[in-house]
Every structure is written in C-alpha cells, then in structure tokens.
C-alpha cells in the first residue's frame, strides 16, 4: 500500500488542523493505521493509532486534543489536532502495518507533512 500524508501547515497556537493519510493500491481499512511526528533535532515518536476495529491509542501528550479517525469512503485516515501548541511543531508521518505493531514497527511509511504552530 502506498500512502500520501497532506494538511500541514502554519498555525497559531489554540489553532487547529486536520491530517490526511491517503492510500493507494489498497483498501487502508483493512490496516492498522498510524501518525508519527519528529520534531528538529528529535527523534521520530508515536502520536496516534487506530486498530481495523477501530480501537485508537495516543501518546500522553495529544490526549484530549487529537482525535484519529476513518474515512474509508475516500480510503484515508485523518488526524484532526485541535488546541495545537508550539511542541506540536514536527514532520508528521503516517504507517501502516497489518496489526497494532504499527505503533512500533509500520510495515508501510508515507511522506511527511511539516506542522509549524507560531506561539
């Protein structure tokens, strides 16, 4: 499967943006599916995942904030950030894999997409 990750952007603090992880050649509902983030000099972290049921997991820090969801009508996920705060600021990626190991080890990796939030 490949993947296309779109919606980054420049915002302000208490802005918000929505994520887009598009896939092709294949139906992504039938992955788990996952975003990750890395911030300028940092390494690579998990921010959210969402399982083929549907059952979702955050890092601590995005919790109450971010909200990972389908749309398998257009065959993407969507990572909709909401309250965004100046550490939010990374290269956002999404992955795929056939299980919840996505969270660690994604099988699949799209582009990233740079979110800059301006304190």
């Known amino acids: 499967v490949q993947l296309q990750a779109s919606g980054g952007g420049l915002v302000q603090a208490g802005d918000s943006l929505r994520l887009s992880c598009a896939a092709s050649g294949r139906p992504l509902s039938n992955y788990a599916v996952a975003w990750f983030r890395q911030a300028p000099g940092r390494e690579r972290e998990f921010v959210a995942a969402?399982?083929?049921?549907?059952?979702?997991n955050y890092v601590d820090s995005v919790k109450g904030r971010f909200t990972i969801f389908r749309d398998n009508a257009k065959n993407t996920v969507l990572l909709q950030m909401n309250s965004l705060k100046p550490e939010d600021t990374a290269v956002y990626y999404c992955?795929?894999?056939?299980?919840?190991?996505?969270?660690?080890?994604?099988?699949?990796w799209g582009q990233g997409t740079l979110v800059t939030v301006s304190s």
């Open positions: 969402i399982s083929i049921r549907g059952t979702t």
């Open positions: 992955a795929a894999s056939w299980t919840m190991a996505v969270t660690t080890t994604p099988s699949y």
